[in-house]
């Protein structure tokens, strides 16, 4: 459920070798990465600038996801401080030709928005 008025980020990423782990399906430390790559994408395009990782909570992985198959990440904003931001990121695995697409992955990160020395400074306000 977003909090934001704006529509969710989304970023698709298809799984190759060298991303995954000896099991042939994505390695967990690089679906991080790519989580925490969307969750960046709409806080700055929210926070209408840079911001930093805070904190990634609670990370479930719920199927594996097969080298050749497509993730889709899908970013929301889902609450707002003063100059931090939670972003919910849902990872749904997709194989190319049939199969149907499945939940495999979801979190939040919390993001901080920084002026230009790495401090926090506030939200700029959505109009």
């Known amino acids: 459920m977003s909090?934001?008025?704006?529509?969710?980020?989304?970023?698709v990423e298809m799984i190759?070798?060298?991303?995954a782990n000896h099991y042939g399906t994505l390695f967990g430390g690089n679906a991080l990465a790519l989580m925490a790559r969307a969750a960046?994408?709409?806080?700055?395009?929210r926070a209408?600038?840079?911001?930093?990782?805070?904190?990634s909570e609670r990370?479930?992985?719920?199927?594996?996801?097969?080298?050749g198959e497509m993730l889709e990440?899908?970013?929301?904003?889902?609450?707002?401080?003063?100059?931090s931001l939670t972003v919910g990121v849902q990872g749904i695995a997709q194989p190319i030709g049939p199969g149907a697409p499945r939940p495999a992955l979801g979190g939040q990160f919390v993001m901080v928005a920084v002026d230009a020395d790495g401090r926090p400074r506030p939200l700029v306000s959505e109009n």
Do not use: H, K, W, Y
Not at 4 to 9: G, L, R
Not at 16 to 19: G, I, R
């Open 59 to 67: 990370v479930d992985f719920t199927t594996p996801i097969r080298v």
């Open 16 to 19: 190759f070798p060298d991303q």
């Open 40 to 45: 960046f994408v709409a806080a700055c395009r």
């Open 73 to 83: 990440l899908r970013a929301e904003i889902l609450r707002e401080g003063r100059s």
């Open 48 to 55: 209408a600038g840079p911001v930093v990782m805070a904190r």
């Open 3 to 11: 909090l934001s008025s704006a529509p969710p980020t989304v970023l």
